[in-house]
């Protein structure tokens, strides 16, 4: 049935697997206000290069990209919309029809040079201005390189004019061999191997995404180079992939306000009439180990006042993905937190004593504040690096003996904290990886049951499908396959089958008289979970014919699993219609038999 008050903004973008993808998804999600029943749907599209050769990766991407054609027929009240070149049904150029679809009720666009609509867009130059004063003017550089992205990218132009200008007001001319286009993922370690060999000499580059940064040091290490030793390096976007890599990256990212955030927050406000025009979204420079750079330094006169501006400003900069968490009412307020035990111990200095009543409370406050997510909002290597420099200006003002102990005992445990976090995260990660592996094996297994078992068609297909280890899913169905051809435009019939629905990991399949409904529909009904905030809509076809539509509760895994899932269930209907039509073809066989006997 069709769920009632339910705002349903639909998210349009380019490779959901991608990191930057991932980043944006989960800002818009994060900033949906709790008293707004808003129901979020991701329709993720795939970009390929029009100037490489057709062939079987641009064949696939033009049928998934037929997801994007709900847009049009679904029931949509607003839309974000990043999407660079992408299309549905052309191979070069955005399709316009599909532009127009977005453009019939509210709407915000994300980088993008397109006329007459509401854009939201990174102030590239202050965060690469940053950087590139930093480089020249403090650690005296001139050999400056960059690893661009594609010629049809917005961002990718407006990085490269801003670098340029940017050397040159600090008179370093700038050359093209400088400089190398790539497609901006990390599958440019070709082209980042040439930009190094053309400039033995460089001695920091910018790589135009934190993607290209990935396969940039792929080809470093192939030529025994160590970003932040041979080479600095920083890239753009500050992607948790950033602080993951290794040696973590330093990079450009947004300060006070997300992409994701200021793009719903100007919907919402379209929604209740209020038009605010385009916005702009400062940038800064987040230094690690591939390029050190610190925005603040703790001075020992600072500590000990501990003003609580200055231990705010502390969290800020160590924590910084915390300031643009959306605070909800159960959640803990790990600001605060830090507040009062970073004050208790600041004031322990100030007075040269600690009780060992309060050394015993500060403990309880470090772990409930590590417990509660804290890691979360920073990077270890981050982290620790802050703590150690805390530990260090502490322990060189006149601080009792027994009092420095107890400080130092507190820094040792959150330090301890940070890398324990980390660990059952990884440890957590193995396991699940282990789990989908076994999921994936038995989905396989069950994919090749004999069909001389099965009764009614769609069966086999329910029973594969629930071994694939999905926890909150719905699937559709067409009742006959639609055939995409090049040469036509895709047409969806109206109707559709919601055939299942999977809850907290249980398969329910409907009765039939409940499954018909309209496609339009579809992201309206009540059948889906409402205390899930977002879904990611997935085509499901195989080869030109495409069966239905997997839509699944936008998780963390959902982001790299969800396209593979699709494709395996198009699989399980394609080899569904075989034994069909093999079943057919032996009743046909016996009753010709029978009728010639």
């Known amino acids: 049935m069709k769920g009632k008050n339910i705002t349903v903004v639909g998210m349009v973008l380019e490779d959901i697997f991608a990191d930057f993808s991932k980043e944006l998804i989960s800002n818009v999600m994060e900033a ?7 129901r979020l749907v991701v329709l993720p599209g795939r970009y390929y290069n029009p100037e490489l050769p057709y062939d079987d990766i641009c064949a696939y991407n033009e049928v998934y990209n037929t997801i994007l054609k709900l847009g049009e027929v679904c029931n949509f009240d607003g839309f974000i919309v990043h999407i660079g070149n992408l299309s ?9 029809s599909l532009i127009a679809d977005f453009k019939k009720v509210p709407n915000v666009f994300i980088a993008t040079d397109i006329e007459n609509v509401t854009t939201v867009s990174y102030d590239n130059e202050s965060g690469i201005r940053e950087a590139v004063d930093y480089l020249v003017n403090i650690d005296g550089l001139s050999r400056l ?14 990085r490269k004019e801003i670098f340029i200008r940017c050397l040159e007001e600090n008179g370093i001319a700038f050359s093209e061999d400088n400089f190398i286009n790539t497609d901006m993922s990390e599958n440019c370690v070709e082209e980042a191997g040439k930009l190094l060999d053309r400039n033995p000499d460089a001695q920091a580059i910018f790589c135009v995404t934190d993607a290209a940064a990935k396969g940039l040091y792929v080809a470093m290490e192939e030529r025994g180079l160590v970003p932040g030793r041979n080479i600095l390096v920083f890239g753009f976007d500050n992607t948790r992939m950033a602080s993951e890599m290794i ?8 300060d006070s306000c997300t992409l994701g955030q200021k793009a719903l927050e100007l919907l919402i406000d379209k929604f209740n009439g209020i038009e605010n025009g385009s916005a702009l979204v400062q940038t800064r420079l987040y230094g690690r180990e591939s390029l050190f750079y610190e925005m603040y330094d703790y001075s020992a006169t600072e500590m000990t006042k501990g003003d609580p501006a200055f231990i705010y400003r502390m969290f800020d900069d160590c924590f910084y993905r915390y300031k643009n968490e959306y605070m909800r009412r159960e959640n803990v307020n790990l600001k605060r937190l830090f507040y009062e035990f970073i004050s208790r ?3 322990s200095q100030k007075r040269k004593y600690m009780s060992l009543e309060s050394y015993h409370e500060i403990c309880i406050l470090i772990d409930i504040f590590f417990e509660k997510g804290a890691m979360n909002y920073t990077d270890a290597a981050k982290l620790i690096k802050s703590i150690e420099r805390l530990q260090s ?66 069966d086999s297909i329910a029973h594969s499908i629930s071994k694939l280890g999905l926890k909150n899913s719905v699937i559709y169905a067409f009742d006959e396959a639609v055939e995409y051809t090049r040469s036509g435009e895709v047409v969806f019939p109206k109707h559709i089958r919601l055939y299942c629905v999977i809850k907290s990991g249980d398969m329910y399949i409907l009765a039939k008289e409940r499954q018909d409904c309209l496609l339009s529909d579809i992201f309206t009904r009540n059948e889906l979970s409402s205390k899930c905030k977002g879904f990611a809509a ?17 998780t963390e895994d959902i982001f790299s699993r969800g396209e593979f899932l699709a494709l395996q269930i198009g699989r399980s209907f394609y080899i569904n219609d075989l034994r069909i039509s093999e079943k057919e073809g032996i009743h046909e066989m016996y009753s010709n038999k029978a009728v010639s006997g």
């Open 32 to 38: 949906i206000p709790e008293n707004k029943d808003i």
């Open 88 to 96: 549905s049904n052309k191979r070069n150029t955005i399709d316009e």
């Open 145 to 158: 390189c960059m690893l661009g992205g594609r010629v049809d990218n917005l961002d990718s132009i407006l």
């Open 247 to 254: 040696p973590s990256l330093s990079s450009i990212g947004c």
């Open 345 to 347: 111990i600041l004031l």
């Open 393 to 458: 200006t502490m322990n060189s003002g006149k601080v009792s003996v027994a009092a420095n102990v107890m400080v130092n005992r507190l820094f040792s445990r959150m330090k301890d904290k940070a890398i324990i976090s980390i660990s059952e995260r990884s440890i957590k990660q193995i396991s699940y990886l282990n789990d989908m592996r076994e999921k994936f094996h038995d989905f396989l297994i069950a994919d090749m049951v004999d069909y001389r078992t099965i009764n009614l068609k769609n």
């Open 538 to 554: 997935f085509p499901i076809f195989y080869s030109d014919r495409i069966y239905g539509i997997l839509l699944s509760e936008l």
